[in-house]
């Protein structure tokens, strides 16, 4: 599909993710004027400030967003029950799209105002202006051009910054960006970063156009634009309040997913499951980068995500990997109870590791079997690995050393043209994940781990246990799925969505109809605390 | 309002002042920076109502100095500084410095203000009525000698240097101050229309009779323009008078200036 035809037919969503995308550039970028303007003045006041207040603002600046999101989610800082601090959505995001616009903000607010000639300077207070006549008379009027060319700047990085506030569901055009990076669709990511190019070019040249306007006088302007901003903030206040007012939430269940195909579909899944079965509505916030599910839950911002055991055992409560399975699946369950409140449910029945991959008529020809099978062919055979693969501590060099490997070349290459390079006999054996579509679909065939290398990542539905306590029917409703969920039955679903590119929610409701689980069954729907027995 | 104060005023001279009385008097003043480094000594003088009084010397003599501690952009670090018979310390600076007119080298008109919004700053800044500020700013257009009728709507950079600093007389005169305090106003002129603004000034402080604090290094303007001339060299005063004294004077110092009188008035464009 053009990129055209996609805008076509999807204008809808390309004119609501637009305008979630203005709206995040505007609040932040008024909110950085109203606080970097006054901080920038103040720094003019009391030079003694301007190193640690320019270091900080300096600072946020090489804060990586995810690492920013990561500190900020756990927060907790409330003003009339209204969470204006932490946890994920859109005020989250506001706040560290403000911190990252501060800097240009306010060292162009104290660079104009310091380079205001001091003969004029010194003129005004002769002539008896007080500090704040010349402020607002003399200094801000001449140091205008320098601040708008500060709020520029900074209102462009924040278009571009913008689109990272898809990693924690605060929408914008960062959405069709991040799907399409997932689903390796260049239409897709040029669907979010063109029409983000494009508002970056607009919103220059309007500022430009207002720069050159008010680099005319006069003092009047000044406070018609000190008030624009105000009122935007407000307005932008109010949104915000609006968007983390808390509502219904005491009847929802926010189901969560960290940010690839499976992880949307395995939500999507316990999201149709809960709204059939539990009569309880649902909250979707899929899309999460980085570990910023498992912080979201932590942060009660969401109830329910997918998981992985290896993951948790290795990334989240950071031990060695283990090989079995059952002893990962206990251990992870015991810990995350202990320290985090949360419960693991039972598995969906698919483990999602590595799998070493050759091709069908190879694997048919040669006999080959287990990894075990490849080693004498190895020294003849060139290998593709993903960038990941070759560095983790599970990954390559475990791995050759595990099973005697030796290949005659091994090329580290992104993940997804691993399949192609293999599929086209560049390479002749890859590392690809264990539920990936494309295996079945290019006839790839998987060996099996039989000296049990690489670490289980059984998928499984993680819940709070507040949760739990308030909606015991979640739990036998989730357990549904346990062991629903085959290898290839993933394989499958992740197929119909990346590769024939279907909607999440419908390849969902088939599966579930597959599996008779669309039919409500018989569970009592139970909300806050069970009333005493008659 | 002011007759009491006139009254107050005229105690405080009374019990202040020992001989001469003026409208400014410096009592011992000194003027030393954090540095160490003194930039006026032990500076006593008093400047008479009405004179105009021309503070004379090299770069780096204490001239801009001594003229910062009269509108108290500086303060003693010694002695005091009366204006009006009371210490500049004691006064409010922000109303001080209303009553005092200042003009400093072109450079010190706002360049985002137009000519009639620079001249009625004071009375801007004073709550005068919009009609009362537009007629002030009509009748000191007329006073340097520039059109009413052209001239408010123009911005700094739209003017000559001579037209720029007869805009800056203007707003020093702009609230009617008793005293007017001139920083090398016409330094950056060229010598004819120095002279033709030098001329106009006169002229105006005949009518005007403002208590005129003049600064400059250019002694043909000292003694065109001077009722008395005091001549500053390193901080220190070494001669307060007429220029009659001034050439009389057996002050090496004085030699020095004097010499120059007597020099062809160069011509404009010669080396």
Same mark, same amino acid.
């Given at each position: 599909m053009s990129l055209w035809e996609f805008f076509l037919a999807s204008r809808a969503e390309l004119l609501q993710l637009s305008l979630e995308h203005l709206f995040l550039v505007a609040v932040s970028t008024g909110i950085a004027v109203v606080l970097g303007i006054p901080l920038g003045i103040l720094l003019t006041r009391s030079p003694s400030l301007s190193k640690p207040v320019m270091g900080f603002a300096n600072i946020m600046q090489t804060v990586p967003s995810l690492a920013l999101f990561g500190f900020l989610i756990p927060l907790n800082v409330y003003v009339l029950h209204v969470r &204006?601090?932490?946890? !994920?959505g859109a005020h989250t995001a506001v706040v560290a799209l403000v911190l990252y616009a501060l800097l240009p903000i306010i060292r162009n607010t104290f660079t104009g105002i310091e380079s205001v000639d001091p003969a004029i300077r010194e003129a005004g207070r002769a002539m008896g202006m007080t500090g704040s006549q010349l402020l607002f008379q003399v200094e801000m009027p001449l140091a205008l051009g320098f601040i708008l060319a500060g709020v520029r700047v900074a209102t462009v990085i924040s278009v571009g910054t913008a689109t990272i506030a898809a990693a924690i569901?605060?929408?914008?055009l960062g959405r069709y960006i991040f799907r399409g990076l997932r689903m390796n669709d260049n239409t897709l990511i040029l669907a979010g970063a063109v029409p983000a190019a494009l508002m970056a070019l607009g919103a220059d040249f309007i500022l430009g156009k207002i720069e050159r306007v008010y680099r005319a006088p006069v003092a009047l302007r000044l406070r018609r634009l000190i008030w624009a901003a105000m009122v935007l903030v407000a307005a932008g206040g109010v949104w915000l309040a609006v968007m983390a007012y808390p509502g219904k939430q005491g009847e929802r269940i926010a189901v969560g997913s960290k940010d690839f195909t499976e992880q949307i579909i395995l939500g999507e899944l316990m999201a149709q499951l809960i709204e059939s079965h539990a009569g309880l509505s649902v909250r979707r916030r899929f899309?999460?980068?980085?570990?910023l599910a498992h912080e979201a839950l932590l942060a009660g911002e969401i109830d329910v995500y997918p998981e992985y055991t290896g993951t948790g055992l290795t &990334?989240?409560?950071?031990?060695k990997p283990l090989s079995d399975a059952k002893t990962v699946y206990e251990t992870v369950k015991e810990q995350y109870a202990d320290r985090f409140g949360v419960e693991w449910l039972?598995?969906?029945?698919f483990n999602n590791t590595f799998a070493i991959l050759v091709r069908g008529d190879d694997a048919r020809r040669l006999h080959?079997?287990?990894?075990? @099978? !490849?080693a004498r062919y190895a020294p003849a055979w060139r290998a593709g690995f993903g960038q990941d693969f070759m560095s983790?501590?599970?990954?390559?060099q475990g791995f050759i050393r595990a099973y005697g490997l030796k290949f005659k070349e091994a090329r580290e290459m992104d993940l997804s043209l691993t399949y192609r390079a293999l599929a086209q006999g560049q390479v002749d054996v890859i590392a690809g994940n264990?539920? @990936?579509?494309l295996i079945a679909r290019q006839g790839l065939f998987q060996l099996a781990d039989d000296r049990s290398y690489f670490p289980p990542y059984d998928a499984a539905p993680l819940v709070r246990q507040e949760t739990l306590a308030r909606f015991p029917v979640l739990r036998d409703v989730l357990n549904l799925?346990?062991?629903? !969920?085959s290898v290839a039955e993933m394989r499958e679903l992740n197929f119909q969505v990346d590769?024939?590119?279907?909607d999440v929610k419908q390849v969902a409701a088939e599966f579930l109809r597959a599996k008779g689980l669309d039919q409500p069954q018989k569970f009592t729907r139970v909300r806050g605390p069970q009333p005493a027995a008659p | 309002m002011s007759s009491a104060k006139s009254r107050e005023t005229r105690d405080v001279i009374m019990v202040n002042s020992e001989e001469t009385q003026g409208a400014i008097q410096f009592e011992g003043v000194s003027f030393t920076l %954090?540095?160490?480094?003194?930039?006026?000594?032990d500076l006593s003088l008093a400047v008479h109502e009405g004179e105009t009084l021309i503070l004379l010397?090299?770069?780096?003599?204490?001239k801009t100095t001594t003229m910062k501690l009269i509108n108290r952009l500086l303060d003693p670090t010694r002695g005091r500084v009366l204006v009006e018979g009371r210490a500049t310390t004691d006064w409010d600076p922000i109303r001080l410095r209303r009553r005092i007119g200042y003009v400093i080298?072109?450079?010190?008109?706002? %360049?985002?203000?137009?000519v009639a919004q620079n001249i009625g700053l004071v009375p801007r800044l004073e709550r005068w009525d919009d009609d009362r500020i537009r007629e002030r700013v009509d009748t000191l257009l007329e006073l340097v000698g520039l059109d009413p009728r052209i001239f %408010?709507?123009?911005?700094?950079?739209?003017?000559s240097g001579g037209q720029r600093q007869r805009v800056g007389v203007a707003r020093a005169l702009a609230a009617d101050p008793p005293i007017v305090l001139l920083d090398?106003?016409?330094?950056?002129?060229?010598p004819i229309t120095r002279r033709e603004i030098q001329r106009e000034f006169l002229a105006l402080q005949r009518r005007l009779r403002k208590t005129v604090v003049f600064v400059t290094h250019d002694v043909r303007e000292a003694f065109f323009l001077a009722t008395r001339i005091g001549l500053l060299k390193d901080g220190k005063i070494l001669l307060l008078g007429t220029p009659t004294d001034l050439l009389r004077s057996q002050e090496p110092e004085a030699h020095s200036f004097t010499?120059?009188?007597?020099? %062809?008035e160069p011509v404009p464009g010669a080396p």
């Open positions: &204006v601090l932490g946890g !994920i569901d605060a929408g914008g899309d999460l980068g980085g570990n &990334v989240i409560l950071r031990r039972t598995p969906f029945g080959l079997q287990r990894i075990s @099978d !490849i983790r501590p599970d990954g390559y264990s539920t @990936d579509g799925l346990g062991g629903a !969920i590769g024939e590119g279907r | %954090p540095s160490g480094k003194a930039l006026l000594e010397g090299r770069s780096g003599s204490g080298q072109e450079i010190g008109l706002f %360049p985002h203000f137009t %408010p709507h123009r911005y700094p950079q739209e003017l090398e106003p016409f330094g950056a002129l060229d010499a120059c009188l007597r020099d %062809p």
